[in-house]
């Protein structure tokens, strides 16, 4: 027999302008939350949270997350993958993926730099690159 598997979509919490200019997304429960480019992410979910990287996004706009409690994943759609330093590319396409191991407090900016397929770690406050796992 077949195994079923269905995927939620939650809504993302809360939205607040920074200073006017950047705007958060407060993330609070598990499931994919897909990403706009440009905006920002803080989850205060326990456990493993999951980002979508956006369809649509133009070189040179970024994204940054925050966990305070729990540990991310970035997942990728179709043709997309993360360049993650001397941990090298992810596998392109939606099997391919960023995660961060069991630690808690992570930030990670990625910034476009092939319109809508390829992102790079741009920064991190994790001690070394391999606190993260490319999928590929």
Not at 66 to 92: D, E, R
Not at 124 to 129: K, T
Request: charged share 10%; proline share 1%.
């Amino acid at each position: 027999a077949g195994v079923n598997t269905t995927k939620f979509m939650t809504p993302l919490r809360t939205k607040q302008a920074i200073n006017g200019a950047e705007v958060w997304n407060t993330v609070t429960t598990a499931g994919v939350h897909t990403m706009v480019a440009g905006q920002s992410y803080i989850s205060t979910y326990a456990g493993l949270t999951t980002f979508k990287l956006p369809l649509v996004s133009a070189v040179g706009k970024r994204i940054n997350i925050v966990t305070t409690a729990g540990t991310l994943k970035v997942t990728q759609n179709a043709l997309q993958s993360i360049v993650a330093g001397s941990a090298g590319t992810s596998t392109v396409g939606v099997s391919g993926n960023l995660s961060s191991a069991a630690i808690e407090n992570a930030a990670v900016t990625l910034i476009c730099t092939v319109a809508n397929t390829k992102w790079v770690l741009l920064s991190s406050n994790l001690l070394a690159i391999d606190e993260f796992v490319i999928k590929g």
